[in-house]
């Protein structure tokens, strides 16, 4: 689920008709928007506290052949929650797993990988290294 939750919306639609396109959709619940409340620790260990809030969307479905899909994803797209909670769905059957394994899941998750990668080399760059610095005491 969270790859589908991650994956970029063209990813998503560009994928649906080819793998799934012969399967009907009806909507079970939403898609709706909501705000869920993010918390934070200092140091990983310390008092929670609110640090703010975050819009979320929620879908549910029913496909024509049964299977009922879910999916939340961050942000207000309501077309990308209703796809991803469809191939949610899709992927419960066992005739459509493989290739939405080989045809969204893993092209989701290493643009994900690609993207946190990305993400850890600029945070590296800003790295500063206090013991190399001069202290200006001899």
Same mark, same amino acid.
């Given at each position: 689920?969270?790859?589908?939750?991650?994956?970029?919306?063209?990813?998503?639609?560009?994928?649906?008709?080819?793998?799934?396109?012969?399967?009907?959709?009806?909507?079970?619940?939403?898609?709706?928007?909501?705000?869920?409340?993010?918390?934070?620790?200092?140091?990983?260990?310390?008092?929670?506290?609110?640090?703010? +809030? %975050?819009?979320?969307? &929620? #879908?549910?479905?029913?496909?024509?052949?049964?299977?009922?899909?879910?999916? !939340?994803?961050? =942000?207000?797209?309501?077309?990308?929650?209703?796809?991803?909670?469809?191939?949610?769905?899709?992927?419960?059957?066992?005739?459509?797993?493989?290739?939405?394994?080989?045809?969204?899941?893993?092209?989701?998750?290493?643009?994900?990988? +690609? %993207?946190?990668?990305? &993400? #850890?080399?600029?945070?590296?760059?800003?790295?500063?290294?206090?013991?190399? !610095?001069?202290? =200006?005491?001899?």
């Amino acid at each position: 689920m969270s790859a589908f939750a991650v994956a970029p919306p063209a990813l998503l639609r560009d994928a649906w008709e080819p793998i799934c396109g012969a399967l009907g959709i009806a909507p079970v619940r939403g898609p709706e928007t909501g705000l869920v409340m993010l918390r934070g620790r200092v140091g990983g260990g310390g008092a929670p506290f609110n640090l703010g +809030e %975050a819009s979320v969307t &929620r #879908a549910s479905v029913r496909l024509s052949s049964g299977e009922i899909g879910h999916a !939340m994803i961050l =942000g207000r797209d309501a077309d990308k929650a209703g796809l991803a909670a469809a191939f949610d769905a899709a992927w419960q059957n066992a005739d459509l797993r493989a290739r939405i394994e080989d045809e969204v899941v893993a092209p989701a998750l290493a643009l994900e990988a +690609e %993207a946190e990668r990305r &993400r #850890a080399e600029e945070t590296e760059a800003t790295r500063v290294d206090f013991f190399t !610095m001069v202290r =200006g005491e001899d």
